[in-house]
């Protein structure tokens, strides 16, 4: 089990840019995929990105393809989340998660959770 605390969320003009950071603490196994999703009151959870823990492989939501990246840094235990040409329907609450020994985009594979940060897009 690992405990996840997000931060950067905040609010943006249509196109512009933030930068969203997960601070993981607890014992992170190799093995550990870590992502992104969100949730607005109007959809399901929502897969963004996700990345293994130790080769840093990634993959991406088709709605943030190519705006959004995911990273890892394993001597800070942190997860970004680069967020580009952002836009009105990009708002939600952001949630960092972690599953251990699945790859995996769907949220019930993934046992910890952050509190989330809320991102507001306006047009």
């Known amino acids: 089990q690992v405990q996840l605390v997000e931060s950067g969320g905040g609010s943006v003009q249509a196109g512009g840019s933030l930068r969203l950071s997960c601070a993981v603490s607890g014992h992170i196994a190799e093995t550990y995929t870590m992502a992104w999703f969100r949730h607005t009151p109007e959809k399901e959870r929502e897969f963004v990105a996700a990345?293994?823990?130790?080769?840093?492989?990634?993959y991406y939501g088709d709605a943030v393809q190519g705006r959004f990246t995911i990273s890892r840094d394993t001597t800070t235990n942190t997860v970004a989340l680069q967020m580009n040409s952002l836009k009105p329907e990009d708002t939600a609450v952001y949630y960092c998660?972690?599953?251990?020994?699945?790859?995996?985009?769907?949220?019930?594979?993934?046992?910890?959770w952050g509190q989330g940060t809320q991102v507001t897009v306006s047009s």
């Open positions: 998660a972690a599953a251990l020994g699945v790859w995996s985009f769907r949220p019930r594979m993934y046992d910890d």
């Open positions: 990345i293994r823990w130790t080769e840093g492989g990634t």
